[in-house]
């Protein structure tokens, strides 16, 4: 949530040069995104986000978001539109940074989503996982069970500081992971950071999926895991059950659940919140304790976790 | 540059139900202003920022911005006119804050203003005066000379820190101003802060003047001096006349200055350094080092000091 490339006026309108889009009428710094810095940008031709990607992003990545955003709105899903310069390529480079220039998409954010609104995304992402379908390119998925050990490593004492008993739940939780999570299972493009803060509502209705700088190819029923993790609880570990069953209802009137996906989604549930869970307590320690920027709690995953620590079977989720 | 109010869907739609301006479009908080927190908030009736004041403004300032600002925009002086409620109050609150729904002005701010710009500046700045001399409401200004001595006091190590003998020189300019400051001089309501970032370019016209907050009743003269000081310097303290000549001529196309006015120049702009001077050294000191908002160079204005010292006459600031 913040803006970490100055660009200044003489700069932007050398950049849009390359465009066909017109003069800027408009230039904002928006605080959103975590990772990059984005700004509302206005041309007589519309209104667009400019996203800078600052030094998390990793270039060779980029193409595989820019490809995955313009296969699905051309496939009228929701997401923004990377628009090409004028040689073609929506890639470009200012102040010596890779970005890009997107379409902008109106709707807010629900804070905390209704049950209609968990439904209605659950429908969303079907329709998103059908619309990747056919899309052909291919990227890791850098932040999953691989990932998990190199992350934890070390950080048994900041776990047991959040939490005493935390550390030893966690390595249990590894453990059982690493001996149970699935081999195969459908797999295609995925958000994988489906949170509701990615998403614009208006009127009820889904009206934008932003933020594709996680996406990457992965079992589709994670992403379900993502959702259920990130929409479907309430403070202090409660899963809302009713939201879980809508969530996946949602889903399930675009792609129905393959059995074994079904049967996979209490470990995939618990991996999902062991990557968030790690992530956010990595963020912690990396950040001053006075910064702008507040980091999320990981123990909101650490809760998550001890939820399904319990479960027995896909019906505690809703399925 | 900062957004400090975390304001969610549902509390924007609360605050949204005391207006007649539909339900939000869309909602972004935007890095702009130092001081409060502004979102772009898009509406079926428009686009509007909506600015929340944090703790550093005063409440009992507020309905003189108000006021100074709906003056101007009835005299279409292109400043944001604050909407008011259906109880016909522009002035609400949010999250427990004063806030303020204002149209939206396009344009762009130029990070380093041309000739031409200048020359507009000074006239957008003599209309901002004449659109104001019937503005009734008054302000103290609470940074002028009186508020120096007390800015500067225990300052002397840290000047001494950014620039060795800077102190002293400081010193005999406080002394200096003390002695000298003018008595009387046509006065009103000036803007006080009319750097480049509070103003908005279109086809080289100024299409908008933004942050009102620190306006206040002074000489006229004075937010002349200040816009020098703003507009009209290079790199290292380094005068350009030309831009000087230019914005001072766009003035008096539209408010020729009384003798007096043009006798005072010098010192006014000295004493208009020396207060960015002084509270870009408070605001040093203040900020954290690993801050994501960097406070501005106290340097820059105590170059400009430099300036200032040696300058003898109003033709040396070009009049």
Redesign the interface.
Known sequence: ???YTDI???T?AAFLDAYDLGP?????????GVENSNF?L?TPSGRYILTVFEKRAKREDLPFFMGMMGHLAAKDFPAPLPVPARDGNPLREIQGKPAVICT?L???????PSLEQCRELGQALGRFHVALGDFRMRRPNDLSISAWPTLWAGRAAEADALSPGLASQVDGDMEFLKANWPKALPGGAIHADLFPDNT?F?DGKLSGVIDFYFACSDFLAYDLAVCLNAWCFERRGEFNLTKGRALIAGYETVRRLEPRERSALPILCRGAAMRFFLTRLVDLAAT?K????KPHNPLDYAERLGFHRQAKSPEDYGA
Chains 1, 2 share one sequence.
């Open positions: 949530m913040a803006v200044d006026d003489t932007l800027p009428l408009a230039f904002k710094g928006i605080a959103e509302l206005e902008f109106q709707g807010m954010s629900p804070r905390r614009f208006l001053p006075d910064a702008l920027v």
